[in-house]
């Protein structure tokens, strides 16, 4: 049996040549030319040497470069290691090494970085700068190569190259086991770990999602606004838009406008997005009217959708979003509630995807009984072959079959899993758990708050005492304890926070994701000077 990632490009441009497949800003690239810029990048790396199995580093962000090139290395057997594009020179040349990778494609706007990191080691063979000819690359790498052409003999301009090669080679037969991705994880709790996917994990997971949760067919318009190296946007979006003969707008920067904007000038069907995100869209929508009378299908995830957000979104785009629940090692999607699901019940991150299993499990190895908490752990298709290079990880991440997502969560009767909160972010104060996330719900429904995020902080007394981080709506004035009453009216007294702190903005990660390490560091660091 054989399987290959790329087989889903190929297959769509032979049923739908001349649909669009990717929309970014005035560039628009039909399913025909998509496949065969794939087929020139493919070519133009294996002239290069690059054979099955190798590993090519992918530095770009949301732009049609990123998913040629992406499927360009899956057609030859590759394996994409897609990295975040804030990443510096010694980052970036740190996750070279790790990931063994030889070659090394980065998007023409970093190539500083990019040049910086290569150059840092010997084991990568060879960078390639895609997006823009030689005259648009920065003048101190040309300053380099002045004499001659940028060929050093292994740095290379990939858009001057297509035009030696025919763009007609065929994907390579690949087993549905062998690894197609190489995601590094953020890194917010300590070093980035490399999940490995396989082509079956990621094709399953993204067949799936259009199929039975986002209910994406040829006729969607998606958006990307979500990073595509991130998990998220890679598979809910691109993967499952491609398979599914689908139009892709790509968005190369999140701004609320913009995304509103490109909703209704491309009459977009399919929105993934964080609850950061929506929020500054919500935001956004409320200061100026926009026509999104097209989008039919909002997910949630990365992070927990505060109901307070669920329920102003229905009020401005007038359906309900779905939240959906995931991580890097499970593709992502492990829960979601269809779009099309009778029951939507908020604060809910919904059922097991079709052909996952996930269940809650006491600290004793036994599953918990209905509405019990206890860790979320899942089995299924879509779980990682495990962690490159790092089998202790990787074994220490099972138990006896079963993924442990590090969050406890709970499952109602229905079937259906609620996120309580992350396990290392449980606050334990006199010996009694708080958990962040309900604080933060009772903080985000109070008009005055624009963002929360809960920490738990050393306490002398009672091992830790409750912070809350707040970012005002724009205008509002409130007291911390005019907040703290407010809390107090809402959650039992144990739970209430005994500092809040008001901040202009929240430290995020590239996906929106609120860091909750720095805010615990920052506060560290006030107590200490």
């Known amino acids: 049996m054989s399987l290959n990632l790329a087989s889903g490009l190929s297959d769509s441009a032979a049923l739908y040549p001349s649909h669009t497949a990717v929309i970014c800003d005035n560039r628009r690239y039909t399913f025909a030319e998509l496949d065969r810029w794939a087929a ?22 949301n732009v049609p470069e990123f998913t040629a090139a992406y499927y360009a290395v899956l ?9 975040n ?19 090394f494609i980065a998007w023409h706007a970093l190539a500083e970085k990019a040049v910086a990191a290569f150059e840092m080691l010997d084991s990568c063979q060879s960078l390639f700068f895609i997006g823009a000819s030689r005259t648009e690359l920065p003048e101190r790498i040309l300053a380099h190569y002045a004499l001659g052409p940028l060929h050093a003999p292994n740095k290379f ?38 999940v490995e996917l396989s082509h079956f994990n990621i094709f399953s997971n993204a067949l799936y999602t259009k199929e039975k949760a986002l209910l994406i067919n040829h006729n969607s ?21 491609v398979i599914a003969g689908a139009t892709i707008v790509m968005v190369s920067q999140f701004e609320p406008k913009k995304t509103l904007n490109e909703i209704s000038k491309h009459q977009v069907t399919c929105i993934a997005a964080v609850p950061t995100m929506y929020n500054l869209m919500i935001s956004a929508r409320r200061r100026q009217s926009y026509d999104t009378s097209s989008l039919k299908v909002a997910v949630s995830g990365g992070a927990s959708l505060p109901v307070a957000i669920y329920e102003e979104f229905e ?24 779009a099309d699901a009778e ?13 996952t299993q996930a269940r809650i499990m006491r600290d004793d190895g036994t599953f918990a009984d209905a509405d019990e908490t206890g860790e979320l752990v899942v089995r299924g298709h879509n779980v990682m072959h495990g962690y490159y290079k790092d089998p202790s990880a990787t074994q220490a991440a099972f138990i006896r079959g079963w993924l442990k997502t590090g969050d406890i969560a709970r499952m109602d009767k229905d079937g259906y899993f609620y996120i309580v909160d992350r396990k290392k972010d449980v606050i334990i104060r006199a010996g009694m758990n708080i958990y962040p996330r309900e604080i933060e719900d009772v903080l985000y429904h109070h008009p005055a708050v624009k963002e929360a995020a809960v920490v738990g902080i050393p306490d002398e007394t009672l091992s830790e005492n409750v912070l809350a981080c707040v970012v005002l709506v724009e205008g509002a004035e409130i007291t911390a304890m005019e907040l703290q009453r407010y809390c107090r009216e809402h959650l039992a007294v144990y739970k209430c926070p005994k500092q809040i702190d008001f901040m202009e903005s929240l430290p995020k990660n590239s996906t929106g994701k609120i860091l909750k390490r720095e805010l615990k560091t920052m506060n560290m660091n006030e107590v200490v000077s």
């Open 40 to 61: 020139k990048i493919a070519e133009i790396l294996r002239s290069q040497g690059m054979r099955r199995g190798d590993k090519v580093m992918l530095l770009a962000p």
């Open 315 to 338: 009020k401005l785009f007038g359906f309900k979003m779905i939240e959906g629940y995931g991580l890097s090692e499970t593709s992502p999607i492990v829960c979601v509630t269809s």
């Open 75 to 83: 057609r030859l057997g590759g394996v994409v290691v897609p990295i």
């Open 157 to 194: 301009v990939m858009d001057e190259l297509y035009d030696a090669v025919p763009g007609t080679c065929d994907y390579e037969q690949t087993s549905p086991d062998d690894t197609a991705v190489i995601l590094y994880t953020s890194g917010t709790t300590g070093k980035s770990k490399g």
């Open 343 to 355: 029951v939507n019940k908020p604060g809910s991150i919904g059922p097991e995807l079709f052909g």
């Open 85 to 103: 594009t804030l990443l510096l020179p010694r980052e970036i040349a740190d996750l070279l090494e790790h990931s063994d990778s030889r070659f």
């Open 221 to 241: 318009v998606t958006i990307a606004v979500l990073p595509l190296f991130h998990t998220f946007g890679q598979t809910a979006i691109q993967n499952a838009s």
